[in-house]
């Protein structure tokens, strides 16, 4: 263990007492090279392992045989990601020509029950679009205007800025130009209260601080879809819920969409899992009344799907008009400037309408599409305009980890299925199962590292250069906090306790890493400060190089012990 230590920075210099006090040039020479070997050795396994694991992945993970019609290799494509990534349930959903025409489900809800095309998931953010659907509805009534400020019908709207609450239009809503930071819409769900309604959380938001100025560029926050849903409420005079219910979900025979929590777990919603070092694990979310406009309905593939066949029909569906040509045009007609973002490990470039990002999904150049997540659900809607197709994934677990491509089989799936459906082969990559293998073995070993470093300051005398143990306490006192405050800001701008339910597992290996480095840097001030004030008498002064050598030399004339063994021998 002592060579894996001291290839990673923390050689604690703690050979035997003969050794420490050999300084000649020669032996500076031989500790060097033992010190490199030590590193070479740790790097020469390190490389092996890393690519014995490369060769398993590739060697293993073949992909499924693209064999029959699409629909026959869309379903071995999804059985496959699903299985090698340990995804419990998937559902998909496909429509052409405004009809479905594939819907089937992939492993178990959780409850005992195999997943079918009829089973409700969590949808998220998919949401946005109805509730930009309501406020169009209402704008082709006459209700709202969508270039008036929002105080036109929210009179008590306000944020930090006054001057700049009042100039955000319903428009600037819809499009996600108001201002809102992306953090402060994540921050709003993670401190949701249950109890809060839609009213609740617009009167919150008097004290925000908006991001940019009002209009300048597309920035997602999920309080923009939020202060919609109120507008709706305010106009009608009706709970969101009720609205979307009677004049969306109802005319389009929606029949396993659901507002409210309850009704969705009587009609069997799946149960959900939060990814845990590469485990799912179930977990369940809690339902926020306040946040429905921007997340909380419950709908199975199948009847996503006929929603998105109301869009490729122009407005409506089995002679039900929901909405005109025009103002479905309008939602789906870009109004932002083009971002490129990372979303489930998948650089994307896309613009943004009214509840749609404009922009290429796999093959396809010309989609809208639109992502629901939590760390513990995924849900993927798909318009493919210039085919009249779309796609539906639902997947009940979530994986919200970034880094290295780790929720990368989140997003292949639905790019997949597009690809497909355009005969283009579909994106393979590692699995989420197998990066974690190789995550889990490096935690490990990180944390027991700093674990025996600790062990051994607190059980043997450290010979510390004063370059390595400045060097050392540098690391353990400076970088270790800094760590610690700036983390969470990395993962978002959010707290620790947000980081934790996003990425638990990353989170988890940071802060013991961190806190362990810590406290092994105070126990080395605390033992280096009570090591200055000793009594010269108590040191040994024959492990000091220097002129109190010579000091040294009666002591040893006098104690038999203490002389070379020749001159024992002798005498």
Known sequence: MRFFWSSLGGYDGSESDDAARAVTPGRRVLVAAGRFNRRTRVLLVM????????????????????????????????????????????????????????????????????????????????????????????AEAGLVDLDSPVRQYLPRFS??????????????????????????????????????????????????????????????ANLNSVVLGAVVEAVTGQRWQDYVQANIFDPLAMTNTYTERAAADAAGLTATHRYVFGFPIENDGEHLPGLAPTGYVYASANDLARYLAMYTNGGTLDGSRVLSDEGITGMLTAATNERSFTLQSQEFTARYGAGWFIGPFGVATDARWHQGSLPFFTTWMVLLPDTDQAVV???????????????????????????????????????????????????????????????????????????????????????????????????????????????????????????????????????????????????????????????????????????????????
């Not at 699409?70 to 020509?97: K, L, N, T, W």
């Not at 489900?105 to 949401?127: E, K, L, M, R, V």
């Not at 990353?506 to 280096?528: D, H």
Request: aromatic share 6%; charged share 20%.
């Open 47 to 138: 490389g092996v392992l890393g690519a014995a694991w490369l060769a398993w992945d590739v060697l293993t993970d073949s992909g499924p045989e693209h064999r029959g019609d699409h629909f026959d290799q869309i379903d071995a494509y999804v059985a496959d990601e699903a299985g090698d990534s340990r995804i419990p349930g998937v559902s998909i959903a496909i429509v052409e020509d405004g009809v479905v025409v594939h819907a089937r489900g992939f492993g178990s809800d959780g409850h005992g029950d195999p997943i079918s095309a009829d089973t409700p998931f969590w949808i998220g953010s998919n949401t946005k679009s109805v509730t930009a659907l309501a406020v169009m509805q209402l």
């Open 159 to 220: 944020v930090a800025d006054d001057h700049a609450g009042a100039r955000i239009t319903v428009r600037h809503l819809l499009n996600q130009t108001s201002g809102i930071s992306r953090s402060d819409g994540l921050r709003a769900v993670v401190d949701a209260d249950p109890d809060e309604s839609i009213d609740d959380v617009v009167a919150g938001m008097a004290d925000l601080e908006l991001n940019r100025p009002v209009g300048e560029r597309f920035e997602y």
């Open 393 to 571: 994934v639902m997947i009940n677990a979530g994986n919200q980890f970034e880094i290295g491509g780790a929720n990368a089989a989140w997003s292949r799936i639905p790019l997949g299925v597009v690809n497909l459906l355009r005969d283009s082969d579909p994106p393979t990559g590692t699995s989420t199962a197998r990066f974690f293998i190789a995550f889990d073995t490096l935690a490990a070993a990180v944390v027991t590292v700093q674990l025996w470093s600790l062990a051994r300051l607190m059980t043997r005398p450290a010979t510390h250069s004063i370059a390595m143990t400045v060097a050392l306490l540098s690391r353990e006192l400076v970088a270790a906090p800094l760590v610690l405050l700036g983390y969470p800001t990395i993962t978002g701008g959010l707290r620790w306790r947000a980081a934790f339910a996003f990425v638990p597992d990353l989170s988890l290996t940071v802060a013991v890493v961190a806190g362990l480095a810590l406290l092994t840097g105070l126990l080395r001030a605390a033992r280096l400060a009570r090591h200055r004030r000793s009594p010269v008498d108590e040191i040994d002064l024959c492990t000091e190089p220097g002129p109190n050598r010579a000091a040294s030399t009666t002591t040893d004339a006098a104690d038999p012990a203490r002389l070379p063994v020749p001159m024992r021998q002798h005498r």
